[in-house]
């Protein structure tokens, strides 16, 4: 079973940043694809960022030019930092990876991942 655990969520001001860390199993950084959702309360599960193990990176369209998805091969992490956090991007963030999505187009879709972390809490005030 692979490890993901992520930590480095809290609460932010609007306009503020996080940077979120996902801790992966040895070598898993370098073996899977990873990527970051995120789910509010009573909604569905969202892709954020994406990292190919080769350290290509996309990103969910609103996303774009706010958050930056990076891994660091010898800390096995995988990192999403946030700025210009907006209160819409309140939410449990989770860092997932799978193998098989490395060779997807679309890796925006949960159940194209098979490991997941435990989530951690984003919350933006106004």
């Known amino acids: 079973q692979l490890k993901l655990v992520e930590s480095g969520g809290g609460s932010a001001q609007s306009g503020g940043s996080l940077r979120l860390s996902c801790k992966t199993s040895?070598?898993?950084?370098?073996?899977?694809?990873l990527a970051w959702f995120r789910q509010e309360l009573g909604k569905q599960r969202e892709g954020v960022a994406f990292?190919?193990?080769?350290?290509?990176?996309q990103y969910e369209d609103s996303i774009q030019g706010r958050f930056i998805i990076s891994k660091d091969d010898s800390e096995n992490t995988v990192y999403l930092q946030m700025n210009d956090l907006q209160p819409e991007d309140t939410a449990m963030y989770y860092c997932?990876?799978?193998?098989?999505?490395?060779?997807?187009?679309?890796?925006?879709?949960?159940?194209?991942?098979?490991?997941w972390g435990q989530g951690t809490q984003v919350t933006v005030s106004s």
């Open positions: 997932a990876a799978d193998r098989r999505v490395c060779y997807d187009d679309a890796w925006n879709a949960p159940l194209k991942f098979s490991n």
């Open positions: 040895a070598y898993a950084t370098l073996n899977f694809c």
């Open positions: 990292v190919h193990r080769n350290g290509r990176a």
